[in-house]
């Protein structure tokens, strides 16, 4: 077979031949139809990988976070619709917690798995209901943003006690917006690789193209150029703030924080909030505890001599992170702890990390400063009436009263998450557990719907995010009556998917609930 090009003749494929080169290209399609549809999906769904979908996600939950949460540079206090924050408590002591984006939120599709949302779930848990735990702060934010943030608030809020939440990056000095950071975290050059090339097969194969770029070329572009042109990759990064201008510079800001610390009139200290390490380490059980544990170590160590030559108190989350990981089976598996993250692709403490934190945290409390507590009660004192104080998406003109939720389910599937169920859902967050012995959905355009629930573990304490189908039902009154058992005991989260037969998405959701008993 030629082709004829102006004047010249190219021979390309012999004209028996292509046929078969047809049936070539078929089936390389076929195979990475069939690759990018149900193998990468596959290996997602059991943790193996964290593909497209999940990052999708994720990108969402930050575009959604910046818009469920009020806080701003100017004014980082956490709060939303859901959750306000008066400037007098409502409860007799308070705790504020300062922090960056471990307080604010990125990847979290519920506010109340925030460690500092669960340290206000163990302190009533243990019948410390008259104590209120808010936080402040902003992604990225180093120690010297949150101490000029605490001279402000704390005046303003009137704390009972304030905790420094510890990350490994806080000691950052400089202006990152402006380029005039000492150490500059890994920015590559724009890729040479065919731009076309990378949207064609993104755009046929979204699964195998982020397998391919966004993960291993990535990858493998950020290792080799991580150094002193283009920057360090994160790991990297984290080292080089304790060392050279930024170090000295971070000695200054500790300094500072230690005068002020001091000189405060209520109490105060550092907690760390160690969490998942993504760092292609393929380590398992024992070893990969060891290689957490050594990871921490290094970055810990210089920072908490420095912290407590300036008389500022350091406790560690690590040893209670690290025994409770432990104590998982899947740490055992030769799979990266995606498990350990809030999300697959995002490495930010998790719920198991998140309760670990607050239970640590708890017991410094209750052994340590049972002043800011508050009168303890028991039984635990917990509301009787359902409290949703966290929904996505965040523009669904959610109102409640009493055990009845109204709001409006989108029309435009983009506006919602879809992992883990791999369906468009509204997600409800109860600010405590609550316990559901029926439930019902009615709107007037109501197709049909589905309901899906996690739950707290009545022995761990915590929401892992597994979650109980309740089932599909069809017409525009619907009711669901749950098994009573521990997951119906202590729900958590309420995940609803739903097919409307006309533009009125408004439904009215009905929570048969009572209080978990202690």
């Not at 408004?506 to 609930?513: H, N, P, Q, W």
Request: glycine share 6%; charged share 25%.
């Amino acid at each position: 077979m030629k082709i004829k090009i102006g004047k010249k003749e190219f021979g390309i494929i012999p004209a028996p031949a292509f046929p078969y080169f047809l049936y070539s290209i078929v089936g390389v399609f076929l195979f990475c139809y069939l690759l990018d549809q149900f193998v990468l999906t596959a290996l997602e769904d059991n943790g193996k990988i964290c593909s497209a979908s999940w990052r999708l996600d994720n990108a969402m939950l930050l575009e959604q976070m910046k818009r469920r949460n009020f806080s701003s540079e100017e004014q980082p206090i956490w709060r939303s619709e859901g959750f306000p924050v008066s400037l007098k408590s409502p409860k007799s002591k308070r705790i504020l917690v300062m922090g960056d984006s471990f307080v604010w939120g990125s990847g979290y599709s519920n506010l109340n798995t925030l460690w500092w949302r669960q340290l206000q779930r163990e302190l009533q848990r243990r019948g410390y209901n008259d104590v209120e735990v808010i936080a402040a702060g902003q992604p990225g934010a180093p120690t010297r943003k949150e101490l000029n943030w605490a001279k402000k608030l704390v005046p303003m809020y009137k704390p009972d006690l304030v905790i420094w939440g510890y990350v490994t990056n806080d000691p950052e000095e400089g202006d990152t917006k402006n380029g005039l950071s000492y150490v500059k975290n890994v920015h590559c050059p724009p890729d040479d690789f065919p731009v076309r090339a990378v949207i064609f097969v993104s755009s046929l194969f979204p699964n195998l193209g982020d397998e391919l770029f966004n993960v291993l070329r990535k990858g493998i572009r950020t290792k080799k150029m991580s150094g002193d042109l283009y920057g360090y990759d994160f790991a990297d990064w984290e080292l080089k703030l304790l060392e050279g201008k930024n170090w000295q510079v971070y000695n200054d800001t500790v300094k500072d924080l230690g005068a002020y610390v001091n000189q405060l009139s209520v109490p105060s200290f550092a907690m760390t909030l160690p969490s998942c390490v993504f760092t292609g380490n393929t380590s398992k059980g024992k070893d990969l505890i060891a290689f957490i544990r050594s990871y921490y170590d290094v970055r810990y160590k210089p920072v908490r001599e420095l912290w407590e030559k300036d008389k500022i108190r350091w406790c560690s989350s690590l040893d209670a992170f690290l025994n409770a990981a432990q104590q998982d089976k899947r740490i055992e598996s030769p799979d990266p702890p995606l498990w350990l993250g809030i999300n697959p692709a995002n490495g930010h403490p998790g719920p198991l990390a998140t309760h670990c934190h607050a239970v640590e945290t708890a017991n410094i409390l209750e052994r340590d400063y049972p002043q800011v507590l508050g009168k303890r009660t028991m039984p635990v004192d917990i509301v009787t009436t359902p409290v949703i104080n966290d929904w996505l998406p965040f523009n669904i003109s959610l109102k409640q009263s009493a055990s009845k939720v109204f709001f409006v389910y989108p029309s435009n599937d983009a506006e919602m998450l879809t992992m883990p169920i791999r369906k468009p859902f509204v997600q409800l967050n109860f600010a405590n557990p609550v316990s559901i012995s029926q439930l019902s959905l009615t709107g007037a355009n109501l197709k049909s719907a589905d309901i899906y629930i996690s739950s707290d573990d009545p022995d761990k304490h915590f929401d892992d995010g597994s979650l109980l189908e309740l089932g599909e039902k069809k017409g525009g009154f619907e009711k669901w009556n749950p098994t009573l058992s521990p997951r119906t005991a202590m729900v958590n989260t309420i995940r609803i998917t739903a097919k409307f037969g006309g533009p009125d998405h408004r439904v009215l959701l009905d929570l048969g609930t009572e209080s978990p008993k202690p």
